[in-house]
């Protein structure tokens, strides 16, 4: 069964955080949350959520990605923080899939892994320096090998779908999306 990361940051974005876990979840994929230090964690919309666990207490755990929720200041604070970008740098090193919505391809960029990739966010997210060297699309769901971002909270269902197939194949995305009544 894959393993997939998802920390929490103060002003994390609910919808993009909640939909990535109870998705990646109803396909039977390990959720680890994690906040960035002990206790609840307040999203940008002053909702509350109690991590799994912390970040200091996962760091050395194996994981196949890490999907970064956005939000501001949520990306920001993500962002901020070394031990994602160690982890970051750690996942893609191992080839394992780093995953990013609406502000937050913010932090991959940084970490530089957006570099000579497609990659989206949020319109304005990435700009200046963040912006160099990314071929930039306006589409829902961009993957470009193992890093896959996602433009914010409209597109958290396709991007999180998107996620369950990448790790877990079309016929488990079939079996998790049909019963929610997209279509």
Known sequence: MSKVLVPLAEGFEELEAVTIIDILRRAEIEVVVA??????????RRTVIIPDTTLDQVMDTAFDMIALPGGLPGS???NADPRIHRLLDRLSREGRMTAAICAAPLVLASAGLLKGRKGTSFPGALSGKLLEGV???ET???VDGTVITSRGPGTAL???LKLVE?????????KVELPLQRK
Do not use: C, H, I, M
């Open 140 to 142: 829902a769901v961009v």
């Open 158 to 160: 396709d991007f999180a």
């Open 76 to 78: 920001t604070n993500l």
């Open 135 to 137: 071929d930039y699309q």
């Open 166 to 174: 990448l790790l877990a194949g079309g016929e488990v995305r079939q």
């Open 35 to 44: 906040g960035l230090k002990e206790g609840p964690v307040r999203g940008s």
